[in-house]
């Protein structure tokens, strides 16, 4: 039988439809329509397991519970930060206070890639989490993401009207572009600088992993060697979960 495997974001839901390490089925919803819907495009009637990562509140751990329930499916297991798997040992003095989700983009990229990694996840928040080529979390950074940025200033600024603009590294010559690009440069500036900082600290090169909704646009400003990656999050979660089964 199959797994199906959940990363909860905060603005929306991923899933994957796994059997044998074949993908068989994926999708991804808003986190404002309901499970029911979301899911709708997932046919299969027997499971083996279903694993979450999970940033969002106990009210979702419910409403997932319940519908896995209505449709026979096994109980879901939430997984949360330890302080050691798969080779990478959590910094936090406090293993579980880690997000779920840093945790497991931090095991995927490790296990994909060698030497010292910076991974960002750009989303709602962006976060940054630094590992040695040991799987050693150094820590990391979080700052407010584009999106929330954006909203930050229009909810505090009148008269500031935001359109469609693509990512630049040029000067607005309108206020939309103008704030666009400003957060856009912030992020990227950020990003590079610590990226720089970490490595000359350690005297060593460092691959940066970006994933989250923002990856993309992220990475075109930035110089490091850079790898995208769309799914790390669920990437870890299968690693980590390998040994439930």
């Given at each position: 039988?199959?797994?199906?495997?959940?990363?909860?974001?905060?603005?929306?839901?991923?899933?994957?439809?796994?059997?044998?390490?074949?993908?068989?089925?994926?999708?991804?919803?808003?986190?404002?329509?309901?499970?029911?819907?979301?899911?709708?495009?997932?046919?299969?009637s027997?499971?083996?397991?279903?694993?979450?990562?999970?940033?969002?509140?106990?009210?979702?751990?419910?409403?997932?519970?319940?519908?896995?329930?209505?449709?026979l499916?096994?109980?879901?297991?939430?997984?949360?930060?330890?302080?050691?798997?798969?080779?990478?040992?959590?910094?936090?003095?406090d293993a579980?206070?880690?997000g779920?989700?840093?945790?497991?983009?931090?095991?995927?990229?490790?296990?994909?890639?060698?030497?010292?990694?910076?991974?960002?996840?750009?989303?709602?928040?962006?976060?940054?989490?630094?590992?040695?080529?040991?799987?050693?979390?150094?820590?990391?950074?979080?700052?407010?993401?584009?999106?929330?940025?954006?909203?930050?200033?229009?909810?505090?600024?009148?008269?500031?009207?935001?359109?469609?603009?693509?990512?630049?590294?040029?000067?607005?010559?309108?206020?939309?572009?103008?704030?666009?690009?400003?957060?856009?440069?912030?992020?990227?500036?950020?990003?590079?600088?610590?990226?720089?900082?970490?490595?000359?600290?350690?005297?060593?090169?460092?691959?940066?992993?970006?994933?989250?909704?923002?990856?993309?646009?992220?990475?075109?400003?930035?110089?490091?060697?850079?790898?995208?990656?769309?799914?790390?999050?669920?990437?870890?979660?299968?690693?980590?979960?390998?040994?439930?089964?």
């Amino acid at each position: 039988m199959s797994e199906l495997y959940i990363d909860r974001g905060n603005t929306a839901l991923k899933w994957q439809l796994v059997e044998r390490g074949r993908l068989l089925n994926q999708g991804v919803f808003s986190n404002e329509i309901t499970l029911r819907e979301g899911f709708s495009t997932l046919k299969e009637s027997r499971l083996a397991n279903i694993y979450v990562s999970s940033v969002a509140a106990e009210a979702f751990c419910r409403d997932l519970q319940v519908w896995a329930k209505e449709r026979l499916y096994p109980a879901p297991t939430f997984v949360e930060s330890t302080r050691k798997a798969c080779g990478v040992v959590n910094a936090y003095q406090d293993a579980a206070q880690l997000g779920v989700d840093r945790w497991l983009a931090m095991i995927a990229a490790h296990h994909k890639y060698t030497g010292m990694l910076c991974v960002v996840d750009t989303g709602t928040a962006l976060t940054m989490d630094f590992l040695l080529e040991s799987g050693q979390h150094l820590g990391g950074f979080i700052v407010p993401g584009a999106e929330l940025m954006r909203k930050s200033l229009l909810s505090n600024t009148h008269k500031i009207n935001i359109g469609d603009t693509l990512n630049s590294s040029q000067l607005g010559t309108n206020t939309s572009e103008a704030v666009t690009y400003g957060v856009e440069q912030m992020l990227v500036l950020f990003v590079r600088e610590k990226v720089v900082d970490v490595g000359e600290k350690h005297q060593q090169p460092i691959t940066t992993i970006l994933t989250g909704g923002h990856a993309t646009v992220l990475a075109e400003g930035l110089w490091q060697d850079v790898r995208l990656e769309k799914d790390l999050v669920l990437q870890g979660l299968q690693l980590v979960t390998k040994s439930y089964q």
